[in-house]
């Protein structure tokens, strides 16, 4: 198996509400938006983010379990600069997302950053990484 990631799709309890969120308040455009049951959204090339309906999620999985509740992840960000973090999260927040950690100095990495939770629950980190960089070729390097 190659070493990529093509789709990340998250149960989402309120559909609308996710929509609402990402394409209403904040301006993503959807690649995909099945009204009822997902909505997928491009965020990088060759990388999908959907949205998919918490029932349909179960569903699709088919073990008879409720495998829709999302724990001990988040999202990540990264912006050039301390100015761009406070803006998005005001964006955020305004859009119905709950700011957990107001934007500061983070304890790890050197970094500042903040806490959103969208409506969903889905934890987002907007951070500002002096050692962030991505190459010409899409490549990452950190430190």
Known sequence: MRQNLHFITFATADLDA???????????RPLLDVPGEIIFFQVAP?????????????????????RSTVSGVTLSHNVDSQDEVR????????????????????????????????????????AHNPGWHIGE?????LG
């Open 87 to 126: 803006s998005i999260v005001d964006s955020m927040e305004s859009a119905g997302g709950t700011v957990l950690k107001k934007p500061q100095p983070g304890a790890f990495g050197g970094i500042f950053h903040a806490h959103v939770r969208d409506p969903n629950g889905l934890i987002w980190e907007i």
């Open 18 to 28: 996710g929509r609402r969120f990402y394409a209403d308040a904040l301006g993503w």
């Open 137 to 141: 070729d899409g490549t990452v390097s």
């Open 46 to 66: 060759g990388m999908v983010f959907g949205l998919f309906d918490a029932a349909k999620f179960n569903e699709d999985l088919a073990d008879g379990a409720d």
